[in-house]
């Protein structure tokens, strides 16, 4: 069974940062890519960030320059640093990892459960 665990979500104020962390845990061999969506109430899901198993990382425009994401293959784990926040970054953010591989198996795409960040004016 393969699971997909974040955490690190909260309440900040404007300007402030925080560090999402998703570990994938079960018999990895391998997972393509990685990423963070993000849901705010009324919104459709977006895609913040992605990376690619060899480290090729994309961007949503509006998080361009504030968000880095980075993964750690050995502990199947990325992370989003999220720095200068604003009040709109305010969501529901989940983890997603996409082509994971586990003993023979091959997921398409697995999701994690989700964590709230606020942002306060």
Same mark, same amino acid.
Request: aromatic share 6%.
């Given at each position: 069974?393969?699971?997909?665990?974040?955490?690190? #979500?909260?309440?900040? !104020? =404007?300007? &402030?940062?925080? +560090?999402?962390?998703? $570990?994938?845990?079960? *018999?990895?061999?391998?997972? /393509?890519?990685? #990423?963070?969506?993000? !849901? =705010?109430? &009324?919104?459709? +899901?977006?895609?913040? $960030?992605?990376?690619? *198993?060899?480290?090729?990382? /994309?961007?949503?425009?509006?998080?361009?320059?504030?968000?880095?994401?980075? +993964?750690?293959?050995?502990?199947?784990?990325?992370?989003?640093?999220?720095?200068?926040?604003?009040?709109?970054?305010?969501?529901?953010?989940?983890?997603?990892?996409?082509?994971?591989?586990?003993?023979?198996?091959?997921?398409?795409?697995?999701?994690?459960?989700?964590?709230?960040?606020?942002?306060?004016?």
């Amino acid at each position: 069974q393969v699971q997909l665990v974040e955490s690190g #979500g909260g309440l900040v !104020q =404007a300007g &402030g940062s925080l +560090r999402l962390s998703c $570990a994938a845990s079960g *018999s990895i061999v391998s997972i /393509n890519v990685m #990423g963070w969506y993000r !849901q =705010a109430p &009324g919104k459709q +899901r977006e895609l913040v $960030a992605g990376i690619s *198993s060899l480290g090729r990382t /994309n961007y949503a425009d509006s998080v361009k320059g504030r968000f880095t994401i980075s +993964r750690d293959n050995a502990k199947n784990t990325v992370y989003l640093q999220m720095n200068s926040l604003k009040p709109e970054d305010t969501a529901v953010y989940c983890c997603n990892a996409d082509d994971v591989v586990v003993a023979g198996i091959r997921y398409i795409k697995l999701w994690g459960q989700g964590t709230l960040v606020t942002v306060s004016s």
